[in-house]
């Protein structure tokens, strides 16, 4: 029986086939999954009215299916609510795992940012981004960025989340968001995978996004979201202040506003994917 001619090009699109066989499980390992991170200012587990409603809250993150929560203006046993661990209630109504950032004593308790995670949390801190001689301004109210390590894996993560000045002018936003990224980048520099986002309290014309983007963040919102993005105030939100920053090779799949009249900002989900 006469043999089969060899087909150079038949052999290599076998071994091209084998190949994708064997490679495909890598491809679709954990690393590549997608993340659903939510962005959310929860005013002291209270609404535009000031009625409390943390299980409302917890009901927004359930509901959309986050996987990292960046929270902002969170207590932790404060007279005005009611002596409660509000990340401690709502760890226990998602069961995620947390960590919080302490900016500020506040009636007797605790207030400042914190970051609910489907995955443990290898290490976190609290780094302050004012000079000492402006955080003793009794006038002023202290501003910080929780920098949280995910145990998730694949690529080493890390979180930092912010909820920079609120005054009407750019300059102590600036001198925060400075040394914002500064950390950012050093945790970049290390070869890792960092997702940036919080509360801005600065609108995408001003010069504080400008210097996020200048130095290589992209607005997620920007690249995957659609029509404005507004997020304040919650009843009728006229702009977007609230922002995820993703580094290279992390890749942005959807983003939409959630959460109603929950808190006096609306929530923003993001659905994204880092690298392997």
């Avoid at 929560?69 to 509000?86: F, H, I, N």
């Avoid at 005054?167 to 950012?184: P, Q, T, Y």
């Amino acid at each position: 029986m006469a043999r089969a001619p060899f087909r150079p090009a038949r052999v290599l699109a076998w071994a091209l086939a084998l190949g994708a066989a064997a490679c495909g499980p890598l491809r679709m390992g954990p690393g590549a999954e997608p993340v659903r991170v939510l962005v959310y200012n929860v005013h002291a587990g209270k609404d535009a009215a000031r009625a409390d409603n943390l299980a409302r809250v917890a009901e927004v993150v359930r509901s959309t299916g986050a996987e990292l929560v960046l929270l902002q203006e969170l207590d932790r046993g404060t007279e005005r609510s009611g002596r409660v661990d509000q990340l401690a209630r709502l760890a226990s109504l998602t069961g995620m795992h947390a960590a919080f950032g302490k900016t500020l004593d506040f009636q007797g308790g605790e207030y400042g940012v914190a970051l609910l995670s489907r995955w443990p949390l290898a290490a976190d801190t609290l780094l302050l981004l004012d000079p000492p001689e402006v955080r003793a301004d009794p006038a002023f109210e202290p501003r910080g960025v929780l920098r949280a390590r995910v145990r998730r894996p694949g690529t080493p993560l890390y979180v930092l989340d912010t909820h920079l000045d609120a005054s009407a002018g750019d300059a102590h936003r600036r001198r925060e968001v400075a040394a914002l990224l500064e950390e950012a980048g050093r945790l970049r520099r290390g070869g890792a995978t960092v997702l940036l986002g919080g509360d801005f309290n600065a609108t995408p014309e001003s010069e504080v996004i400008a210097e996020v983007l200048r130095a290589g963040w992209r607005d997620a919102w920007a690249e995957c979201g659609r029509g404005e993005g507004f997020t304040f105030p919650a009843g009728a939100p006229q702009k977007r202040i609230d922002y995820l920053f993703l580094p290279p090779g992390t890749s942005c799949r959807s983003a939409e506003v959630v959460g109603g009249e929950v808190s006096d900002h609306r929530g923003v989900l993001f659905v994204v994917v880092p690298p392997r």
